[in-house]
């Protein structure tokens, strides 16, 4: 016996809106063409590196971006960590270094709150969490721009802010 035709058409379209086709590629396809601030490579290359993103829906993959600035920022507190540790370390470069230390240590909320919300399915309050974030990085590379030394960090930076774009990208493409 065969379902109806009507049935197995509403099948196929639940299984599109709730994006149990979606691929890290269409995925970052659609972010991409939806916002231009995704940078399409860097989306493919980030999340396919999470061990969960294969089998990921979108919802998935919004949760993998936010888990992975998670990472980043614990990787950056780290970080300066160990810069802080070292001996003769610049007074203005140790200033910078400490007010960044704080700005990941909130940055680390931020990602930890985006995960939290999107998982709860409260989409806005995630892409406000993804958006702290941004500000939090940019607070960072300011501190160094002031205390007129090269940052360490610029490469968390840069990760971060992207890797928040991502996961708000994604979370608006959840329907």
Not at 71 to 92: C, F, Q, S, T, V
Request: charged residues 20%; neutral net charge; hydrophobic residues 45%.
């Amino acid at each position: 016996m065969r379902p109806p035709t009507a049935l197995v058409a509403v099948a196929a379209v639940a299984l599109v809106l709730f994006g149990v086709d979606a691929t890290v590629e269409t995925t970052c396809k659609a972010a991409a063409d939806k916002d231009a601030h995704v940078l399409y490579n860097f989306c493919v290359s980030e999340l396919s590196k999470h061990i969960r993103s294969s089998d990921a829906d979108t919802w998935g993959l919004a949760k993998i971006a936010a888990n992975m600035g998670l990472n980043n920022a614990y990787g950056a507190i780290h970080g300066i960590e160990r810069l802080l540790a070292k001996p003769g370390m610049d007074a203005k470069m140790k200033l910078a270094l400490g007010q960044c230390q704080g700005l990941y240590e909130n940055m680390k909320f931020a990602f930890a709150g985006a995960y939290d919300e999107i998982n709860g399915r409260n989409y806005a309050v995630g892409k406000e969490e993804a958006a702290k974030a941004v500000s939090l990085a940019d607070q960072c590379d300011d501190a160094f721009v002031k205390a007129t030394v090269p940052s360490p960090l610029k490469q968390r930076s840069i990760y971060s802010v992207q890797i928040a774009i991502v996961c708000t990208a994604i979370t608006n493409l959840i329907k």
